[in-house]
């Protein structure tokens, strides 16, 4: 099967701008979670779709947001950006008790 | 909430020396606990689980609930086995896409 992938694999974009990351999942999956991954606060879990429900979210402003579609792919949308946002973006499918995490989208903010 | 703490950032062995790198997890009910593993230039993915007490590259870790801690060890480390290790924990419930995890070790092997 193919792996999770993700897109773009790098964004720039402009503080006040706003950006939305694509993830789809392993075939079959219907699990995706995404992650912030930074080198001050390390991996952080933003949240997690489960047949197109949010099942779980993590401690993000509410600037970030996320939805799942029918075919399982997900994205998720930051808007207004901050220098801050900059980051490695994960997202992750699941099959059981484990997540096949896909190479990340790299977002820089200026 | 739930806390993992990885108090190494860079542990460095030697070729067939023993490795043992830590973690510690703060939670108040029933954890499951995971090691990922990221090689370089490739993907953060699964190495094992505590609840299969598998042995996975010749990789361990036992759960110790009284210390709270899940413990990552390799009696003979080999230079592939360099990467950054990061421990995860779940706890369970409906949280079944969320982990926690700790801040990482880079583990490098000489030669």
């Known amino acids: 099967k193919a792996g999770v992938t993700q897109t773009p694999r790098y964004l720039i974009k402009t503080r006040g701008q706003q950006v939305t990351l694509s993830c789809s999942p392993i075939s079959g999956h219907r699990s995706v979670s995404w992650y912030q991954q930074t080198p001050g606060q390390g991996l952080q879990f933003l949240f997690e779709?489960?047949?197109?429900?949010?099942?779980n979210k993590g401690n993000f402003p509410g600037r970030f947001s996320g939805r799942q579609f029918s075919n399982s792919r997900s994205e998720m949308n930051v808007s207004t950006l901050e220098l801050g946002d900059s980051a490695l973006y994960l997202c992750?499918?699941?099959?059981?008790?484990?997540?096949?995490f896909g190479p990340g989208t790299r977002l820089t903010v200026l | 909430a739930q806390r993992v703490t990885q108090p190494e950032k860079l542990l460095s062995v030697f070729k067939g020396a023993p490795v043992e790198l830590k973690c510690n997890y703060s939670y108040s009910g029933s954890p499951e606990l995971f090691w990922y593993v990221q090689y370089s230039r490739q993907r953060l993915q699964l190495l094992l689980r505590h609840i299969s007490r598998e042995s996975i590259k010749g990789f361990t870790a036992d759960l110790n609930k009284g210390e709270t801690s899940f413990h990552l060890k390799k009696p003979f480390a080999q230079e592939e086995d360099s990467a950054m290790y990061y421990c995860?924990?779940?706890?369970?419930?409906?949280?079944?896409?969320?982990?926690?995890f700790g801040q990482g070790t880079i583990l490098t092997v000489h030669p």
């Open positions: 779709y489960f047949s197109e429900t949010q099942r």
């Open positions: 995860a924990l779940r706890t369970g419930g409906t949280s079944y896409g969320k982990l926690t």
């Open positions: 992750a499918s699941r099959e059981g008790d484990t997540q096949y």
